[in-house]
C-alpha cells in the first residue's frame, strides 16, 4: 500500500459539490496529527476547518487559496510514513532511483511541462511507459489549466498547459529543478510566505484587490486587520474607510464607474434559496403592533439578577420565547409541505438570521423549545458569536424548522420576510420604538413594535396564522402574565 496518500475534498452535505480554499493551515514540509486542521473552506453556506485524515509529513498541495474545488478532487498529498526515507519512484516500467535532497535555493515548487496524452493518478517521479511524463504525487499534468469551475477549457488535452504544483523539499526529482525557481502564488496574489489574517480579513482584501504580502499588520502577533486593509485600499490622503461590503469602497470601482462581484458563496445560495421559495410557496404576510414596555422592563429586571449578570440578554430573547411558547399552543405553525403530506414536527429547530461579512445565513438552534430561558439565552448568544466570525457550519444551517429575523437592530420598523425553503413560517421583529399610545384610557409615551409574519398559505391559512401572531404579541405585551398562563 502506498505511503503517499491524497486527501479529496470531502462531501460537506447539504448537496454542496464544491467549496473555496480561503486559508491552508498547513504548508509543504509540515508534519501534522490525525485530525489536525489544515485548510479552510468556504462552502455556498459557512466557513470550515477540515481535519487531516492522517498522520504524517505534507508533500504537496495542490490547490492554491482563492481556487474553487469540487467535492472529491484531490487537495492536499500526505507522506504517512516519512521516516522511512524518501520516496520512491514507479516500478511501472522505468528504473527506481533515489531522489536528490536540492538545495535551498530550489526549494518552492516545481511547473511540471505540458506532456502528449493523460497522466494516471500515482506516479511519482521518473518517466513513464509511453512517453508519458510522471509528476512526484497526484494526479499528474493536468489537461486543462482551468481551475473554478464557471469556466470551460476547450484547448485539446495533448496542448494543454500543465498546473502547477506544491512539492516537498525533499522530494524534488532532479531534471525539472532549476536554481531559484518561481515562487508558488496563492490566491490573494502574494508570494509564499506566512500572512497572519482571519478569513473575513483575507475575502475583504480579496475583494477590495489589496495584495496582503504588502502590509504590515497591526494586530495581535503581527496580523493584519481590517482597518489595516482599509487603509490600504484608501487613497493616501483620505481618511481610514469603513467598509461593510465590497460596493461601499469607491477604490474598488473601475474607470466606467462600474464594478462587477461574482455571485458565489453565501449570496449565490441564498438568492437560489430565496427565488425557490418565493416562486414555490405561496406567501402571506400579517402585521401586528405590540406595545412592548412591560416586556423591557422585565428585561431589565433579569439583567439586575445576579446570576443573569454575564449573560447577554436582548429583546430578541424574549421574541423567540415567545415563538416558542406559541408553537406549542398552534404546532401546525412548525412544518412543512411535502407534496402529498404535511410534516410537522415536535421538536423546533429555531433559526436566527444573521448578516454576516459573506452574506444573510440562518444557523438554528437545535430542538430549542426543550431549552429553558437561560439555555435559550446561551444558544443565541453562542449563535450569533460563531456566525460572526464566520465559523457556522452547515450542520448548524440545516434542518431550521421556523425562523426569525432581527430587523430591528437596522433601525427598520417590519418587512414582509421570504419564508426559508421547507419551512412554513418566518416571523420578522421590528424596531423597538417610543411612541405615543392609548394606555388605560390616556395617551402616554410607550415602548412599542412592529410583528410580521410570513407563512406559507398552502399549510396555514388567515385564521390559524393570525392566532399564532396574536399569541406572540400577548407574551411580548406582558410575558410574567402569559408565562405563568401558558406553562
Avoid: C
Amino acid at each position: 500500500m502506498s505511503r503517499i496518500k491524497e486527501f479529496n475534498l470531502p462531501d460537506l452535505g447539504e448537496g454542496l459539490t464544491e467549496g473555496e480554499i480561503l486559508a491552508w493551515l498547513v504548508k509543504v514540509g509540515d508534519t501534522i496529527e490525525l485530525n489536525q486542521p489544515i485548510v479552510e473552506v468556504e462552502t455556498a453556506k459557512a466557513a470550515v476547518e477540515i481535519p487531516a485524515k492522517w498522520a504524517g509529513q505534507v508533500q504537496a498541495i495542490f490547490h492554491p487559496e482563492g481556487s474553487t474545488v469540487e467535492v472529491g478532487t484531490p487537495i492536499i498529498a500526505i507522506d504517512t510514513d516519512p521516516g522511512a526515507g524518501p520516496v520512491e519512484q514507479s516500478t511501472t516500467g522505468a528504473p527506481t532511483t533515489d531522489l536528490p535532497t536540492p538545495s535551498a535555493a530550489s526549494l518552492a515548487a516545481v511547473e511540471v511541462a505540458p506532456t502528449e496524452g493523460a497522466v494516471e493518478p500515482g506516479l511519482i517521479g521518473g518517466p513513464a511507459p509511453g512517453g508519458r511524463t510522471a509528476v512526484l504525487v497526484g494526479y499528474g499534468p493536468r489537461t486543462t489549466a482551468a481551475k473554478r469551475r464557471p469556466r470551460k477549457d476547450t484547448t485539446p488535452a495533448a496542448t494543454a498547459p500543465a498546473a502547477p504544483v506544491q512539492v516537498s523539499p525533499a522530494r524534488v526529482a532532479p531534471a525539472p529543478v532549476q536554481p531559484a525557481p518561481a515562487p508558488m502564488v496563492n490566491g490573494n496574489g502574494r508570494s509564499s510566505g506566512p500572512v497572519l489574517a482571519k478569513p473575513p480579513v483575507r475575502k475583504l482584501a480579496k475583494d477590495l484587490g489589496v495584495d496582503l504580502g504588502t502590509l504590515t499588520g497591526s494586530g495581535p502577533s503581527g496580523s493584519i486587520t481590517r482597518e489595516d486593509v482599509q487603509r490600504a485600499a484608501a487613497p493616501a490622503a483620505a481618511e481610514p474607510l469603513t467598509v461593510t461590503s465590497p460596493v461601499s469602497s469607491a477604490a474598488s470601482f473601475g474607470a466606467d464607474r462600474e464594478q462587477r462581484i461574482p455571485v458565489k458563496g453565501v449570496r449565490k445560495l441564498t438568492a437560489e434559496n430565496m427565488s425557490r421559495s418565493a416562486f414555490t410557496a405561496p406567501h402571506v404576510t400579517e402585521f401586528l403592533t405590540v406595545d412592548v414596555t412591560r416586556a423591557m422592563k422585565a428585561l431589565d429586571r433579569l439583567r439586575g439578577r445576579r446570576e443573569w449578570r454575564e449573560v447577554r440578554v436582548s429583546p430578541l430573547l424574549l421574541v423567540a420565547k415567545a415563538v416558542l411558547l406559541a408553537v406549542r399552543r398552534h404546532p401546525m405553525v412548525n412544518s412543512s409541505w411535502a407534496g402529498d403530506e404535511i410534516v410537522v414536527k415536535e421538536y423546533v429547530n429555531l433559526g436566527i438570521a444573521a448578516a454576516t461579512e459573506r452574506g444573510l445565513i440562518v444557523p438554528n438552534i437545535k430542538d430549542a423549545g426543550r431549552l429553558t430561558l437561560r439555555e435559550l439565552a446561551d444558544a443565541m448568544t453562542d449563535l450569533v458569536q460563531t456566525a460572526k466570525a464566520g465559523k457556522t457550519s452547515p450542520a448548524d444551517m440545516s434542518g431550521g424548522t421556523l425562523t426569525i429575523t432581527n430587523v430591528g437592530v437596522f433601525g427598520v420598523d417590519t418587512g414582509t420576510p421570504i419564508l426559508p425553503p421547507g419551512e412554513s413560517a418566518i416571523l420578522a421583529f421590528g424596531a423597538v420604538r417610543e411612541q405615543p399610545w392609548v394606555h388605560k384610557g390616556k395617551v402616554k409615551p410607550r415602548l412599542v413594535t412592529t410583528l410580521s409574519l410570513s407563512f406559507d398559505h398552502r399549510i396555514i391559512d388567515g385564521e390559524l396564522g393570525s392566532k399564532f401572531l396574536r399569541d406572540v404579541g400577548d407574551f411580548l405585551a406582558d410575558p410574567e402574565a402569559a408565562l405563568l398562563a401558558w406553562t
